[in-house]
C-alpha cells in the first residue's frame, strides 16, 4: 500500500465537457494550432511572445471566441492572448482567426487558474477580460466561480499600472461576489465606465452567453477596475 497521503482534488472553475469536435474544428486544432497556439511547456516561444513590443489584452474563458476575433480585427494595433480549456471552443476560434487572416491573436490552452500565475510575466498586460464566467449558481459551488481572492492576486500581478481588469457577469449574485471579493483587494480601483475613456483595451463586444442570458431577461453588469499602482520593493543596501 502506498505510504503517499491522498492528494486533495482542485476545485475547477469549469468541467469538461466533451462536446463533440465538427470536422473543420479538428483540422483547425492540427493544422493551425502551430500557428495561434503557444505550447505551456515551450519557455522559448511563450518568451518571444511576451517580447513582442505591443499592448496586449487577454480574456479568459473566450468560449466560442467570436469576441476576441472581432476585438482583434478591429484593433490590429493590440495583440490578444485568450485562454479556454473548451476544445472546441478553441477550435471555432482557429477557424475565425484564419477566416479573417489575423496574426495578433495568440491562445493558450488550460485552466487560467494554473496557467496566469506560472506562465504570464508580471506587467505583461495592458488589460484582462473575463466576459460571463460560470455563474455556479448554487451555494454549495460558489467555490468553484473562477473569481477568487488567489485568481484576483495573480490577475494584478500581470497588468501593468493603471491595467483594465473588465469583468461582465449576468447572475446579479455573481456581479456581488465580484465586487466583494474585488474591493477587498487594495490591488484594483474600480472606476466607472467613463473613467475608462476611449481606450480600446476596455472594449467588449456581445457574447453568446450574454445573448443566451438576454434571452431569458437576465440583467447584464459590466465591473471596470484599474490596476493601482505597482509597488517596487526599495531594495536592501548591500551590507559590507
Ligand atoms: C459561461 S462560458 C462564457 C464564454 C464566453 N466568455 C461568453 O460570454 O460567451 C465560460 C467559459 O469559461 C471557460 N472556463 C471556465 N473556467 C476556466 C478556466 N479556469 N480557465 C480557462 N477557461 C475557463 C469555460 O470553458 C467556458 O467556455
Not at 518571444?48 to 494595433?77: C, K, Q, S, W
Request: glycine share 6%; charged share 25%.
Amino acid at each position: 500500500m502506498s505510504s503517499r497521503p491522498p492528494q486533495r482534488r482542485r476545485i475547477r472553475s469549469f468541467v469538461r465537457r466533451p462536446g463533440r469536435l465538427t470536422a473543420a474544428q479538428r483540422r483547425a486544432l492540427a493544422t493551425l494550432w502551430p500557428r495561434y497556439g503557444l505550447a505551456l511547456d515551450d519557455r522559448a516561444a511563450l518568451c518571444e511572445y511576451f517580447a513582442r513590443p505591443t499592448r496586449r489584452v487577454m480574456e479568459i474563458g473566450f468560449g466560442n471566441g467570436d469576441v476576441i476575433a472581432e476585438l482583434a480585427a478591429d484593433h490590429p494595433e493590440l495583440d490578444y492572448l485568450g485562454i479556454e480549456v473548451h476544445e472546441p471552443g478553441i477550435g471555432r476560434l482557429l477557424l475565425s482567426l484564419e477566416a479573417r487572416e489575423l496574426d495578433n491573436v495568440r491562445i493558450l490552452a488550460g485552466d487560467a487558474v494554473e496557467i496566469v500565475p506560472k506562465l504570464i510575466p508580471p506587467e505583461s498586460l495592458a488589460a484582462i477580460n473575463i466576459f460571463f464566467p460560470d455563474p455556479w449558481h448554487k451555494k454549495r459551488h460558489h467555490k468553484r466561480r473562477l473569481i477568487q481572492p488567489a485568481l484576483v492576486g495573480s490577475l494584478a500581478r500581470c497588468l501593468v499600472t493603471n491595467g483594465a481588469l473588465h469583468l461582465a457577469t449576468d447572475w446579479p449574485d455573481y456581479a456581488e461576489h465580484m465586487v466583494t471579493t474585488l474591493n477587498a483587494s487594495a490591488l484594483f480601483r474600480p472606476i466607472t465606465a467613463a473613467e475608462s475613456g476611449s481606450d480600446p483595451i476596455w472594449e467588449r463586444r456581445p457574447t453568446k452567453f450574454e445573448r443566451r442570458g438576454e434571452r431569458l431577461g437576465h440583467p447584464v453588469v459590466d465591473l471596470y477596475y484599474s490596476r493601482t499602482p505597482v509597488q517596487r520593493s526599495a531594495g536592501v543596501a548591500p551590507t559590507r
